[in-house]
């Protein structure tokens, strides 16, 4: 493991600095987007006494985990490891890492807890916190909160694709189908957009076998370009490999 950005400890008195300043610069539209994030590719993780809680980002790209790091003011790491893949594969990953851990952990997972969709992550969150938070009805989550959620969602567990010239098709994969109905359903009302959702694949894991499911949603000059022009504002997708695809399909119009 390679420390590439070192942070200071937690004290008492350096924690009480930070929150103090995060809770003034951090607001619903950040919440939503870290909780794209959790949601997709983040961990939530109750630790014992020795190791205690524990909330990252571990990605093959450095950019949103170093946005991480950055902003809630942790080291960034990177780090090789021998993993197996879901079909048993043995392969080497290369990984940048954020990890945020004890009454940091805590505190971040209370105020992202309320824009996490998936129920699987909520149990985890949950579990860390030790009791079941609040979460925003769906309902009731404004446009903004579900553009820089979904711009976050799309960076973790989405692709392009280019159908044809002038034409883009976004992916979104989950084995949790629920939860990619539950995208459609606030992506649809949100920006009037229209989607698919289906089933994709049968995959073997270590744990059994599991389904894989797709969401996705066309981008032409006659279909959803609006929703497709939104994800390229600032401050919307974290990874710019992904948001440079949707430029260029805009570009083409």
């Known amino acids: 493991m390679t420390v590439i950005i070192k942070r200071p400890k937690q004290t008492n008195e350096r924690n009480k600095d930070f929150f103090k300043r995060k809770d003034q610069e951090l607001t619903n539209l950040d919440w939503a987007k870290w909780g794209g994030w959790k949601d997709t590719d983040g961990h939530f993780r109750k630790g014992n006494k020795r190791e205690g809680n524990t909330v990252g980002l571990k990605l093959k790209d450095r950019q949103p985990v170093e946005l991480f790091s950055e902003t809630f003011e942790t080291s960034l790491l990177y780090l090789e490891h021998q993993t197996t893949a879901p079909n048993g594969t043995k392969y080497t990953a290369k990984e940048y890492v954020a990890i945020i851990c004890g009454p940091k952990a805590v505190w971040f997972t209370k105020n992202v807890y309320p824009y996490l969709i998936k129920e699987e992550k909520k149990d985890y969150a949950a579990n860390l916190l030790g009791y079941r938070p609040e979460s925003k009805d769906l309902t009731t989550w404004t446009t903004d909160e579900v553009l820089h959620y979904l711009g976050t969602a ?95 399909f805009i570009s083409k119009l």
């Open 154 to 248: 799309i960076d973790g567990d989405g692709s392009f694709q280019n159908v044809r010239d002038k034409a883009i098709k976004l992916n979104i994969y989950s084995s949790d189908v629920q939860y990619l109905a539950d995208l459609q359903s606030i992506a649809e009302d949100k920006f009037k957009i229209t989607s698919g959702l289906c089933e994709l694949s049968i995959y073997k894991t270590q744990k059994g076998m599991k389904t894989k499911y797709v969401l996705y949603i066309y981008g032409s000059i006659n279909c959803n370009t609006g929703f497709f022009k939104s994800l390229t504002k600032n401050n919307i997708m974290t990874l710019d490999r992904k948001k440079y695809k949707i430029e260029k």
